[in-house]
């Protein structure tokens, strides 16, 4: 099972300012790799696929970048719908046998 | 719009068995694999398993594995994810979710509460 790390557990950012989050596989994923917002009870959302593409409808602000075991999502300038629990997941095996894994997540939460 | 409507919120007792329900609509529900994936309160997502409507290939995660079944419904476009004998550690919230370069769109989620 590949096995998806995310850190920080948590970031404090103020409004405005700039988030790092970061994404390790315990064995190369190429791109397949998605990132999630998931507010506090709502379902996840999809933000980005394929490493660094946004979905449908998602802001500029969001930037996704990496490859093969180490990813990252910025967020450029935090607005306050972005505080947020994000999840990684790797889709790197077809169909997936062993899991399309998730990180445990990492909080964002107003500084 | 593609929608996945799961069904309402159950309250069961250990030992019984349960039933949840996910139905898509406005996308061609037999082409996409959906999963479930399991969020117990304030924890992260697990990924339990996946079906393909079309033939109902299903796939399930080593850790879930002989505890939950999932199956689909082509011709009423639904999925279903079912427990024969529930256990309190099943108290969580399960999400279906459509696959497609990751998990494009989600169900709204059932809340599953399994208490005395």
């Known amino acids: 099972e590949i096995v998806m790390t995310q850190s920080p557990a948590t970031l404090s950012v103020s409004p405005g300012e700039r988030a790092t989050l970061s994404c390790r596989a315990s064995q190369s994923v190429s791109s397949n790799l998605a990132w999630y917002q998931q507010k506090l009870g709502q379902a996840p959302r999809l933000l980005i696929y394929?490493?660094?593409t946004r979905a449908t409808g998602i802001p500029a602000r969001f930037r996704g970048s990496g490859s093969g075991t180490e990813f990252t999502l910025t967020i450029s300038s935090l607005q306050s719908e972005d505080f947020a629990v994000y999840h990684c997941?790797?889709?790197?095996?077809?169909?997936?046998?062993?899991?399309?894994?998730f990180g445990q997540g990492t909080k964002v939460e107003i500084k | 719009e593609v929608q996945l409507v799961q069904s309402g919120a159950e309250v069961k007792k250990p030992g019984e068995s349960l039933k949840i329900s996910c139905q898509g609509s406005?996308?061609?529900?037999?082409?996409?694999?959906i999963a479930w994936v399991r969020q117990m309160p304030g924890k992260g997502l697990e990924w339990m398993g996946i079906i393909y409507p079309g033939d109902s290939d299903t796939r399930y995660s080593p850790s879930f594995q002989g505890q939950v079944t999932i199956s689909a419904d082509k011709s009423i476009n639904t999925a279903y994810l079912q427990w024969s004998s529930l256990e309190a550690a099943d108290t969580a919230m399960y999400y279906c979710?459509?696959?497609?370069?990751?998990?494009?769109?989600w169900g709204q989620g059932t809340l599953v509460t399994v208490a005395a």
């Open positions: 997941q790797q889709y790197n095996s077809w169909p997936p046998e062993r899991g399309w894994t």
């Open positions: 979710a459509r696959m497609s370069r990751g998990c494009d769109y």
């Open positions: 394929g490493a660094s």
């Open positions: 406005g996308y061609s529900f037999s082409i996409y694999w």
